[in-house]
């Protein structure tokens, strides 16, 4: 797959990804995307298309447990997230929404807003501007899950309940 860049820091928590001033109003997932990081970039929600990537440093995703952080990105239409590291919870939370997350050292640095990676989950590999930077590949059984949409309807298929 191959994206446009979001570029974001170190320590991005629950809290700006989905604002907890909305945590316990019912929303649905689209519903959810218009408030995407809008404490943090108030452009993001209305200008990010569909297949764009987030691309930040340390610890992404800290702070609460709330899911709505990981399906807000999804809902927005967000590809995927690359980051130095990530809350473990947020990182699980991820997968099962269908999110893939993929902790990359190398490269983070030099890629910018605006410019545009590709990603090959199979093999491990971020392409940048002629560049290949490399992460332990997926295990079938996460890519199994980011296929089929998330956990809910991976399990779903595999009992036979298409």
């Not at 991005?12 to 990081?37: C, R, W």
């Not at 809008?38 to 929600?45: H, K, Q, R, V």
């Not at 199994?144 to 309940?161: A, C, F, N, Q, Y």
């Amino acid at each position: 797959m191959e994206g446009r860049v979001w570029k974001y820091g170190d320590d991005v928590n629950t809290d700006v990804i989905f604002p907890g001033k909305y945590t316990y109003q019912p929303m649905e997932s689209a519903e959810m995307a218009e408030h995407a990081l809008e404490d943090l970039d108030p452009s993001f929600a209305k200008e990010v298309k569909g297949g764009d990537v987030i691309v930040a440093g340390r610890n992404f995703g800290c702070g609460s447990s709330r899911e709505q952080a990981a399906t807000c990105l999804k809902a927005a239409g967000v590809a995927a997230v690359i980051a130095k590291s990530f809350s473990r919870i947020f990182f699980r939370n991820a997968i099962n929404n269908g999110l893939p997350v993929i902790e990359l050292q190398d490269g983070i640095d030099v890629i910018n807003k605006g410019d545009t990676v590709s990603i090959d989950f199979e093999n491990g590999v971020v392409r940048h501007e002629g560049n290949e930077y490399h992460f332990p590949a997926l295990p079938k059984e996460v890519l199994s899950i980011l296929e089929d949409g998330g956990l809910i309807p991976h399990v779903r298929k595999e009992l036979g309940k298409v």
